[in-house]
């Protein structure tokens, strides 16, 4: 569903993204691993459109549409959907506007009728209940004034009312206790179906313990440097990033 | 170039015939405003408290003043309904310069009086005489000449302990065939604990006319008295509005106004309040919503004459296209006024980066022991904010024009009519949908929408 080919991209002219080669088919999970500042973030941005940063080169297919010509929404629509690592606070736009905007924009690109309002509230209390979200955060207003689970489980939340194809999630265990790390896990793995597909985004071995990955990636100075099976995250957790990098470095 | 000497000329060439069918009471203040004028000049842009807005070019063009007092033949309670759903108003209308007789006369609403000044003067001859001109400043040369040229006005007086129980709304609109400038005049006596909720809605029907409302409120709100004044603006591009309330807050009253400009051409609103009493609250809130090339200007003064008051102010501009906006605010807290509280906030949002917005404020203390504070801002949308709505699917125009409505949720939600509340919710999606025309509200839809 989706193909990275070569992708290069920069911030303010410092290039980040060096060369990321990456396949993604339906029904797998990638995890992305890596050391601080190694582009992470970047790609995740990068691929949900992010106008912070400017693609300098290669090319990304999803679903056999140029993705990087889509604009953020269209990305969306198409069936794209990040998680964010700090969830942005919307103050004075409430999550039930918020969401029943969001989908009933998606199901206008496809041509359909808005969502009636008992229908979308039903489907709001169906998708909550997946990551145990109370009922009063999604009266409040977007993020505003959630404790660090809440906006992550929000996040999770707003994935299932929207049913992406790919879903990237970046860092979501960042700042979880372990409960909330155990709903986030499990919600994600309750949406996970063979015909959609995650990355995960992580620092951690501890996430890929609840979210099973098919695929580890390393990705270091900008490129993916190495690729395996989940062990590899295992060896991670034990070695350490540095023999990856002492022998990524001595091969330029 | 003098843009009054136009109307002097006017009121000179005119002023016998002007008296004889004037209350009496309006002649007197009349003569000190022509003395006043013989003197006074318009602020030009850039003197001082007009930093962004020019009353001479304001003034300056042609205006038909309707000295002759000419009945306008539509009576617009034919034609208009200011539908505020769920809202049971009591319903007034001005059109023009005159309060139409047929929508003000039949209705009775119990012991809240709301009559012309040429009934009031005869009815209630010493509550005029108390209160016309007593708080207006003739120093303002636009307030001279509101005073100069007015004919008629709205009296509306709520005795003590009497609790207005349906809100009284003010519907003026501009209907004429030509350019116009009318004196719009209004005296509010609100007794001993007595309450009233008042809404004005400023209306232009004939989007072809120049016109200019130039307009006096008088407030006197006696002790333990609630007052609620919402004034909201929706005319159009080529309408021009220079509106002074002035306003004498009694020991405990409860003040809140609120000034909504959602389509204008040219606006200034001044704000005058007086806290003459202890325990008093004031709540002074504003909300622009401009694009295009309209100009929106207010000018706020709060003096706290008395100790143990709280004041509350907070404005809020949303700018797009080449709109201006300005704000200048000023709390003065007198001598010997301990524990007051004071507040002022003006957020500005600059939708554009041609979109322009001055502001103001400013805080002056002579007493220890108060709690007050200022602060301004001026910013564009949250970039964060909108990407994030984006990766949900939602379009960047629907995303920016979500998160304009809440940048003003918080000033609709200090309207203490619930039906006014939802009503005005619903005007600004429409107004930054950029579907609300100025006819929003009228049932001839003499007009085709946006």
Redesign the interface.
Known sequence: MLIIKDLQASIEDKQILKGINLTVKPGEVHAIMGPNGSGKSTLSAVLTGNPAYTVTGGSVEFYGKDLLALSPEDRAHEGLFLSFQYPVEIPGVSMVNFMRTALNEKRKYFGQEPLSAADFLKLMREKRSIVQLDNKLASRAVNEGFSGGEKKRNEIFQMAMLEPKLSILDETDSGLDIDALRIVASGVNTLKSKENATIVITHYQRLLDYIKPDFVHVLYKGRIVMSAGPELALELEDKGYDWIKEQVDSQQ | MNALQQYIDLYDANREFIEQQSPALLNMSRREAREQLATARLPRKGSEDYEASDLEAVFAHDYGVNVNRLPFDADPSNTFHCDVPNMSTCLYYSSNDAFHSSATAERNIGQVVVEPFSMAAVDYPELMASYYGKLANLSDPTVALNSLLVQDGLFIYVPDGVVAERPIQLVNIFNAALDMMVQRRLLIIVGKNASIKLLACDHTQSPDYHYLNNQVIEIVAMSGSHVDFYDLEESTPKTSRVSSVYVDQHEGSNVLIDGITLINGFTRNNYHVEVNGEHAETHLLGMTIASGEQHVDSHTFISHNAPRCNSNEMFKYVLNDNAVGAFAGKILVQPNCPRVEAYQGNRNLCGAPTAKMYTKPQLEIYTDDVMCSHGSAVGQL????L??????????D?ARR??M???V??VIDGVRLDALKDRLHYLVEKRFAGTLSNCAGCMAACRPTE
């Open positions: 949250d970039e964060d904010a990407f994030y709505m984006r990766t949900r699917g939602i379009g960047i629907e979500l998160l409505q809440a940048f949720a918080d």
